[in-house]
């Protein structure tokens, strides 16, 4: 059956591996590949908050992608250490946040596009820029505190996988589509806050039973 289990030992053995092999060649370090991430990630807020959506969303893909290839490096030098898994995970939330943050300079600085509800996208983009960020950050939140209390807490729908596929695509698409990224930032925002609730309920429930 597909499911993310798969995906990952697809992505492991095609991508992972061989590219960790030419970083390695390259005599880079795992940690370096998560700061690379980051400045990569960084260049990609900037194309976005210009409205270069089509560029900023390639450039973000790209920087997410290495972010599967330090822990491959890691494994593969023998370098696997628990600073290196903590910077992993804080680089992570630096590269949603610059991601969230272009797109709220953008509509802040951009064009105003006028929407059928009465409102333009000046006014409520920043709004759901803002809460994307939230639900993306919940999500996130809750798995590291649950797992401090030692929960395994990987369930829901909106994880960061997803939430970087669809950041990624809707920026591309609004290069020509303007109103799609306002439609990724509602489905991020509604389904990050539905899968807060699902750990949270799954944390409740694991909780109890080790009582």
């Given at each position: 059956m597909w499911n993310r289990d798969s995906m990952r030992m697809l992505l492991e053995r095609y991508y992972e591996v061989p590219v960790s092999a030419g970083f390695d060649k390259l005599g880079f370090s795992p940690n370096g590949v998560t700061i690379l991430g980051?400045?990569?990630?960084?260049?990609?807020?900037?194309?976005?908050?210009?409205?270069?959506?089509?560029?900023?969303?390639?450039?973000?893909?790209?920087?997410?992608?290495?972010?599967?290839?330090?822990?491959?490096?890691?494994?593969?030098?023998?370098?696997?250490?628990?600073?290196?898994?903590?910077?992993?995970?804080?680089?992570?939330?630096?590269?949603?946040?610059?991601?969230?943050?272009?797109?709220?300079?953008?509509?802040?600085?951009?064009?105003?596009?006028?929407?059928?509800?009465?409102?333009?996208?000046?006014?409520?983009?920043?709004?759901?820029?803002?809460?994307?960020?939230?639900?993306?950050?919940?999500?996130?939140?809750?798995?590291?505190?649950?797992?401090?209390l030692g929960i395994d807490c990987k369930v829901g729908i909106m994880t960061r996988p997803e939430r970087v596929i669809a950041v990624g695509i809707g920026l591309i698409l609004s290069q020509w589509i303007s109103i799609v990224i306002l439609f990724v930032l509602v489905i991020i925002t509604v389904l990050g806050l539905y899968t807060t609730i699902q750990r949270l309920v799954h944390s409740s429930v694991m909780l109890k039973k080790s009582e």
């Open positions: 980051l400045i990569v990630t960084l260049i990609s807020a900037i194309f976005i908050s210009l409205g270069m959506f089509l560029v900023g969303g390639i450039v973000m893909l790209i920087g997410s992608a290495l972010d599967l290839i330090d822990g491959g490096l890691a494994r593969r030098l023998g370098k696997v250490s628990n600073f290196g898994a903590l910077l992993d995970s804080v680089i992570d939330r630096f590269q949603e946040a610059l991601v969230f943050f272009g797109v709220l300079i953008y509509f802040l600085t951009g064009p105003c596009d006028s929407l059928m509800t009465g409102f333009d996208t000046c006014s409520i983009g920043p709004v759901l820029a803002y809460s994307a960020f939230i639900g993306s950050v919940m999500v996130s939140y809750l798995r590291a505190r649950a797992e401090g």
